[in-house]
Nanobody, 120 residues
């Protein structure tokens, strides 16, 4: 079974940093796109960033210039380094994976349970 486990969330003051970690099992990690999304008010999860299987990276508008995504295929892990955090970054952050290229949360079939980030 595909499993994704997030960690690294927490409470931080504005301007601080957090590093989120997503570890995947049950699938060929090297072949998968892995994305970070966050739940904001509304029906859809907002894209934070996606790292494609070939290493290409896409950032959502809110993440550009402040967040950095990276992957370590040897560890089946994707990281999200978040700097200069703002109160509006407060959300539940989810890791998701897909084999098909997309930036839409609805196209990612596998999700972790999330990790809460609170910025005050």
């Amino acid at each position: 079974d595909v499993q994704l486990v997030e960690s690294g969330g927490g409470s931080v003051q504005a301007g601080g940093s957090l590093r989120l970690t997503c570890t995947g099992t049950g699938f060929t990690f090297d072949d998968a796109d892995v994305g970070w999304f966050r739940q904001v008010p509304g029906p859809e999860c907002e894209l934070v960033s996606v790292v494609v299987s070939d290493g290409n990276i896409v950032y959502g508008e809110s993440a550009k210039g402040r967040f950095t995504i990276s992957r370590d295929n040897a560890k089946n892990t994707v990281y999200l380094q978040m700097n200069s955090l703002k109160p509006e970054d407060t959300a539940m952050y989810y890791c998701a994976t897909s084999k098909l290229w997309s930036l839409e949360s609805s196209d990612f079939p596998y999700w972790g349970r999330g990790t809460q980030v609170t910025v005050s």
